[in-house]
């Protein structure tokens, strides 16, 4: 029996390690005093912000689809003027002593990044590449998984151990949930895949709490369905929307339970509810206590923040509250939130709006556009609506809802002439947008590629 259990994780882990990259990541930032941060989700020592250094960071990811899209940690990427990744190609046999395998290594390009949950999506330009898939029902207690990464920039290491919990929030000022395994996970491991006994990706390894900087089996992974949500998102816009209900909660204080005459003086109330909304139309009405979403229990506001966030957009919710002394459950559509940028990606023209060598699809700025974002203090220009990086494209640092009115000193005034502007440039050339972010001018310089 032990031997067929150790040939079937071997197994396992030869298939799974396939489609589990090595991330080489070099820029520049402030540099380290040592020692381990106050904050639990860096593996990085104190920062010196007076002393600027070139830096050098390994992390993992997992390959999720085929053409070369990739998911790992914001963190390991953020920054990074430069990112390569790491394919490892199996050997012919499964004797990795007479027949260790080749690595191949690709320049990657970042498609977008969600900091708030820490995931990022990359691209290289392959295909028909190994993959693994997300297991978007939750992972139990005690289940056996299995870490896959580069510790220490050791590529493919493999650690068993179990799910210490599926539902653990280590920072109560932060609504995201984790998983939390006793899997050994070490400075490298970030963005590489928690997989099961049937390989599928539970989770994506993200932080350690450590005193010692290693492994003391408190391992953290954002929950597959949190990072399928935002791949998802990535990949069609560039960032990452919202799940809503339509409604608004509230923290119960002793006040407001007694002038309300709530049944309990603590959790959370709904204070509003949009009418005609996902949670009006299901029955929810305000001055109803929350109790659990997904049954999950709902005691903070971060909690009820975390519970919409964990949540698939395409499913609905259940919602159990407290009504008077009744306990009541509704089964509410989640929404999808949507903004102004968004929409005009979805309508817009990709083959007009997009500008390859900036990796960008942009709009010309006009009047419909200064009713949407009246806080614009140059009312030309060409706004940024999505990111379409290529791999002509150079790393610009432009964010979606940027409106761009220079380039190199040039105005700029429509897509078509920020065309023609970028199109007499030669590799190795200076670039310097003047844009405007959230009402303040700023210049972003780059060179072409």
């Known amino acids: 029996m032990l031997a067929q259990f150790s040939d079937s994780l071997e197994q396992l882990a030869s298939k799974a390690s396939r489609a589990v990259v090595q991330i080489e990541v070099s820029g520049f930032g402030p540099a380290e005093e040592g020692g381990s941060e106050a904050d639990p989700r860096s593996e990085r020592g104190r920062k010196n912000t007076a002393v600027i250094v070139r830096q050098h960071a390994i992390g993992s990811g997992v390959i999720v689809d085929p053409d070369g899209y990739i998911m790992t940690n914001a963190h390991v990427v953020e920054g990074a003027q430069r990112i390569r990744v790491a394919l490892w190609l199996p050997p012919a046999t499964f004797d990795p002593v007479t027949s260790p395998g080749n690595v191949q290594v690709l320049n990657a390009k970042v498609i977008g990044l969600q900091k708030e949950v820490d995931l990022a999506l990359l691209k290289v330009e392959a295909s028909s590449l190994p993959t693994l898939h997300f297991r978007l029902d939750a992972a139990q207690p005690g289940e056996l998984v299995f870490a896959i990464g580069s510790p220490g920039g050791l590529q493919n290491s493999v650690s068993m151990g179990v799910i210490s919990s599926a539902w653990r929030q280590p920072n109560p000022d932060n609504p995201m949930v984790y998983l939390q395994t006793d899997a050994p996970i ?129 499913q609905v919710l259940r919602i159990d509250v407290l009504r008077g002394a009744q306990k009541v459950s509704f089964i509410v559509p989640a929404m999808l939130a949507r903004d102004h940028m968004s929409q005009l990606a979805d309508v817009a023209d990709p083959m007009k709006s997009h500008i390859g060598p900036l990796g960008i699809l942009g709009l010309d700025f006009n009047d419909e556009l200064r009713s949407l974002l009246p806080d614009v203090r140059i009312a030309t220009g060409v706004i940024v609506i999505g990111q379409a990086p290529g791999f002509n494209s150079v790393n610009t640092g432009l964010q979606v809802g940027d409106v761009i009115h220079s380039l190199n000193r040039t105005t700029v005034e429509s897509v078509d002439q920020l065309k023609s502007s970028v199109a007499q440039l030669k590799p190795g050339d200076a670039a310097v947008l003047r844009i405007e972010r959230r009402g303040q001018f700023q210049y972003l310089a780059f060179e072409m590629e």
């Open 186 to 314: 070490n400075p490298g491991n970030s963005g590489g895949p928690l997989v099961d006994v049937t390989g599928a990706v539970v989770g994506l390894n993200t932080f350690i709490l450590s005193s010692s900087g290693g492994s003391e089996g408190l391992g953290f992974a954002i929950p597959a369905r949190v990072v399928d949500f935002v791949y998802q998102s990535l990949r069609k816009y560039g960032h990452v929307y919202r799940t809503e209900i339509g409604a608004v909660a509230q923290t119960i204080t002793p006040a407001i339970a007694e002038g309300l005459g709530l049944a309990q003086k603590w959790g959370v109330v709904i204070a509003d509810v949009a009418p005609h909304g996902p949670a009006d139309t299901a029955g929810i009405r305000p001055e109803d206590v929350l109790l659990a979403i997904d049954g999950h229990p709902v005691l903070t506001l971060l909690a009820f923040t975390a519970a919409l966030y964990q949540h698939s957009p395409d």
